[in-house]
């Protein structure tokens, strides 16, 4: 089994590695480098000030929300698998000004590339279906996090993943209670660049809530913060529309009732 998931991981770091460039012209990267941050206002509040504290941020992409935490006075290091996001995040840095260390390695993978010691581990944003075993990734979080440290997650919630776009809003389409992974080579159009049509399959996972937060709690994690919020960071279905809070929202309708996104704050005991 270890070695199927692998496979899917290989897969999903090619996936990941075709959408680094998409996503280098298609996140607001103009508006990053005149000074606005990727966070948005409920991150930043969770966050509180981060000045001077070690952040490392795990599946980091092509950087711009590590570059953000960067701008906040935070010393952070990103992570991520895919070495053409990491290639991006390296230029990204070079062109913003900003210092921040990236590494390009599975997270199940880091022994011996980082030492430990951060005051906090962020992470979020898409990042739970592309891990393969989620009680390993508390055990992670938690090795690399000094004691009273916190680790902050923004997220999909996991409830909204058995949805697919339906109608005017959504119908159930996936079981909640199956991990999968589940291959999708289907994708109309990237998340970011609805121009772009993906060409790599993907394999997710799918987490509970209960898998998350018990993966947490299994790694010395003590939840402090459970948020659900009816919205989400990106256009997930069809129908939903930007809110002037940056958040996409479904318009009205019962569908506007459903979780969509959570944030989870847990500090290491
Ligand atoms: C949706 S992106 C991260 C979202 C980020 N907030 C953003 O939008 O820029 C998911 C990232 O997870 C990375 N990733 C997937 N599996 C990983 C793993 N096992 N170890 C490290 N990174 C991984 C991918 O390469 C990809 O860059």
């Excluded at 290989?10 to 996140?27: G, K």
């Excluded at 004691?147 to 809003?169: A, D, V, W």
Aim: with cysteine; proline share 3%.
């Amino acid at each position: 089994m270890d070695r199927e998931a692998d496979r899917y991981t290989l897969n999903n770091r090619e996936l990941w590695d075709e959408l680094a460039p998409v996503h280098f012209r298609s996140y607001d990267i103009k508006g990053f480098l005149s000074g606005h941050s990727s966070l948005d206002a409920i991150q930043m509040k969770d966050l509180g000030s981060i000045k001077g504290k070690k952040v490392l941020h795990l599946q980091c992409h092509i950087g711009l929300d590590t570059l953000s935490l960067a701008r906040l006075g935070a010393d952070v290091t990103g992570i991520d698998i895919s070495p053409r996001s990491i290639e991006f995040a390296e230029k990204l840095k070079k062109r913003s000004g900003l210092d921040a260390r990236f590494i390009c390695s599975d997270i199940y993978r880091l022994e011996g590339k980082l030492k430990a010691g951060y005051d906090i581990v962020y992470t979020g944003q898409g990042v739970l279906c592309w891990l393969k075993d989620i009680k390993e990734w508390g055990r992670i979080i938690s090795r690399y996090l000094e004691k009273g440290g916190m680790f902050y997650i923004m997220e999909g919630h996991p409830f909204s993943c058995i949805f697919e776009s339906g109608g005017k809003g959504i119908r159930v389409e996936y079981d909640y209670f199956k991990p999968g992974p589940l291959r999708f080579d289907d994708w109309d159009a990237d998340y970011s660049d609805p121009s772009y049509r993906v060409r790599s399959p993907s394999y997710e996972w799918q987490w509970t809530a209960g898998d998350i937060v018990n993966s947490l709690i299994g790694a010395d994690l003590r939840i402090e913060r459970f948020e659900e919020y009816p919205f989400l960071f990106f256009k997930r279905f069809k129908g939903m529309k930007k809110g002037k809070d940056g958040f996409w929202h479904f318009k009205s309708g019962t569908s506007g009732y459903v979780p969509l996104m959570f944030t989870l704050k847990a500090r290491k005991i």
